[in-house]
């Protein structure tokens, strides 16, 4: 059953209340609860319901993706660059989740400095281990805690069916595959996943902010060059897909259809089609290259509906889909096509009528919501 406006505003309310009053020494609540919000997107199914669950070992590589640039040095002002701290617990100690993280990044097999997608494919092994670290992490401290608001135990994001007296023997057993007796599943209260999905362009922004505040609290630094920092899409690392990701589109741009160039304004620069401020996807899925002032222009806009047909057909189209393939095995990287066209119908399929989104140059026109249902073919 779809729920109302009202239940709609007072979750978001809620969760206000959560971020202010939750009583959290690190950063981890907000890492949550983006995570939470984002496998709900990933998990939009093609008749447009959100999921009943997801699990902890889920939650754990997408913590780690939100926390991945996090563990870069930051470069302070007449300062040696160094990892931000996020516990403000205790001064000088590092939440656990960040240690783990960096410690795996300086044991990669391709560099420290590499990014998320080529990391985890480079070295698989590492990567379960750190998964391993980092859901045990999110078990014992944030999951049981996260809805406790003063004394009380609201659980009206989602329920577990364990406290913080989990031990880690059980957990271990459960990821080695020698026990089934520790249930992994995180299991929404009725509509959550579908509020996540309808407040993501609102709740995102907002909880960003507070982490931001958060961090600088901590490191006596600047909030607004932070907050940049801190959850900024990584365009270096992006740049080596220019031309194989230009070959696939002709050599056009993707949203006006004319030659690509080198210099200018016509040089051929990797957007990310479902903005990134919308939902952070760096797979290849959600990747089109465009000139620099088709890219300029379209920021961080929702794209139009003959945009949207274009990147639906794209990625459904099974020799793109195969060429995705060679390149994501070229360049360790990721395809992302469930993901991508999930979250793509998440945020298409609930925008309000009145809606604009960016045709080309300053040019924005209202959704069409039959439209958008007949490109995500829901009826």
Known sequence: MLANSMEVISFAERIMTLLEQGRFTSTYKYAVL????????????????APDSVTTRQLAEKVIQ???????????????????????????????????????????????????FSAKHADKTGFSKLVDKVEWTLIEMPLPRLQRMGASERNFIYSITWDDSIKKSAVNSYQKGTSNTFNNLIRFQPNVSSFFVQLSGLLRPLIQRDWAMRVAETNNLEEAKLQAFIFRANRSSTAKLNMPLAELQNGKCFYCGKALGLK?????????????????????????????????????????????????????????????????????????????????????LNLQDEVELWKVGREFSPVSKNEVQRIFKVC
């Not at 939470?36 to 990933?42: I, K, V, Y």
């Not at 931000?84 to 400095?113: D, M, P, V």
């Not at 920021?299 to 139009?304: G, I, K, V």
């Open 34 to 49: 983006l995570s939470l919000m984002d496998l709900s997107m990933e998990k939009f199914t093609r008749t447009g319901m």
């Open 66 to 116: 939100l926390y991945w640039l996090q563990t870069n040095p930051y470069v302070a002002t007449s300062e040696e660059p160094f990892v931000l701290f996020q516990n403000a617990g205790r001064k000088g100690a590092q939440a656990s989740i960040i240690k783990h993280i960096g410690e795996y990044r300086e044991k990669s097999k391709i560099g420290g400095f590499s990014p998320y």
């Open 264 to 348: 200018g304004k016509s040089a051929a620069e990797v957007d990310h089609f479902i903005p990134w401020a919308r939902y952070p996807n760096d797979s290849l899925s959600n990747f089109v290259v465009a000139h620099n002032h088709c890219n300029g222009a379209k920021r961080d806009f929702l794209a139009y509906e003959n945009h949207l047909n274009s990147w639906i057909n794209r990625i459904t189209n099974p020799k793109t889909q195969n060429d995705f393939i060679l390149m994501a095995e070229k360049y360790q990287w990721e395809v992302g096509l469930g993901v991508s066209r999930s979250v793509g119908s998440a945020i298409y």
